[in-house]
């Protein structure tokens, strides 16, 4: 059952998503007004970071942002619909931010992006680091 909660028996449906309200942090504790956090999953293997974030219903040449800075990825996303049907309009919109800490090592400089059936995918090479005994000679003056 890893990464998945259960709503418990008898709790009512309008009942919040556990999970969502934990990914989101306490209302109020360092958040903005208007900033949705993303869902995320973070794997390092073989030598590639990949994180993986679910942003279904945008336009990723339009609506993403990424950056790298000082080892931080940032992932910005913004989300504007609208559906109309005869006596009714919804929209749906707001801005999707968050931040991760890359591995040591990481280039970032590298970093790939795809998107798919809602899912963006960050593919970052890691190297790994060159690991054995260097001899420092002395010099003798």
């Known amino acids: 059952m890893s990464g998945m909660i259960e709503r418990m028996p008898g709790w009512p449906s309008t009942f919040p998503d556990l999970f969502g309200w ?17 869902r995320i999953e973070e794997t390092l293997t073989d030598g ?12 990723p040449a339009k609506d993403v942002e990424l950056t790298v800075t000082e080892g931080v990825l940032t992932l910005r996303a913004e989300r504007t619909a609208q559906t109309t049907e005869k006596h ?7 801005t999707f931010a968050r931040s991760v800490r890359l591995p ?11 998107y798919k059936d809602g899912v963006l995918t960050i593919t970052v090479p890691v190297p790994e680091a060159k690991s054995g ?3 420092i000679p002395v010099r003798h003056g």
């Open 22 to 38: 934990l990914e989101a942090g306490l209302p109020g504790a360092h958040t903005v007004p208007g900033l949705h956090g993303i």
């Open 48 to 59: 590639t970071y990949v994180l993986r974030a679910e942003l279904p219903g945008i336009d």
């Open 88 to 94: 009714h309009t919804e929209f749906r919109y707001g």
């Open 104 to 114: 040591a090592g990481a280039r970032g400089d590298d970093a790939t992006a795809d």
């Open 133 to 135: 005994t260097r001899t």
